[in-house]
């Protein structure tokens, strides 16, 4: 069971700045993915992540003004590494993979079904920064499953088993284990 919201409630979704898929769509309909490790809170409501230029994930959300951020679980962690290859843009990473699309909430991308939680933005604005650009996006909504939801509306990671990259590029990546209050 899904719960989904057309809102900004959404951003809560991808606390601890977990592992995420970016999904987009290719003007041919195909669905792209990419593997990122880390993005930027720019306000409650948008998130900047740098992608590169030449990427195809860059090109679609140019092109469709829309991405989505996908949460996965360690339960998927090997289909990261089929999804971080190098797969040509008439190819589907998601179909590489074995994965399930979900169809979107507030946009036309769809998610990943396997991930945990999905989070869906509008593209807002790009600062360029040499080989790569800042992509700056807006919530418009997303689910999350309902078992992984905390008591404040939040990703439970425990529950969900979120994952962080931990040695880029290579495809090793470590689980939340402690809590340290400060």
């Not at 946009?107 to 360029?128: G, L, M, Y």
């Not at 040499?130 to 404040?152: N, P, R, S």
Request: contains cysteine.
């Amino acid at each position: 069971m899904y719960k989904e919201v057309r809102d900004s409630s959404a951003m809560g979704y991808m606390a601890t700045k977990p592992t995420m898929i970016i999904t987009t769509l290719h003007p041919s309909e195909i669905v792209n993915a990419g593997v990122f490790g880390a993005y930027t809170n720019i306000s409650p409501t948008q998130v900047g992540i740098a992608i590169s230029t030449s990427s195809h994930t860059y090109a679609n959300i140019l092109a469709n003004r829309e991405f989505v951020i996908n949460i996965p679980g360690a339960d998927i962690v090997k289909t990261i590494r089929v999804i971080a290859d190098s797969i040509p843009e008439e190819k589907s990473e998601v179909d590489e993979a074995g994965l399930t699309l979900k169809d979107g909430i507030a946009t036309k991308t769809p998610s990943i079904a396997e991930c945990v939680a999905a989070v869906e933005f509008v593209f807002d604005q790009e600062v360029s920064i040499g080989a790569h650009c800042f992509m700056i996006g807006k919530v418009v909504g997303g689910w999350i499953k309902e078992q992984f939801l905390d008591t404040d509306g939040k990703i439970d990671i425990f529950k969900a088993r979120v994952i962080k990259d931990f040695k880029y590029p290579k495809p090793l990546y470590v689980l939340p284990g402690e809590v340290i209050e400060g």
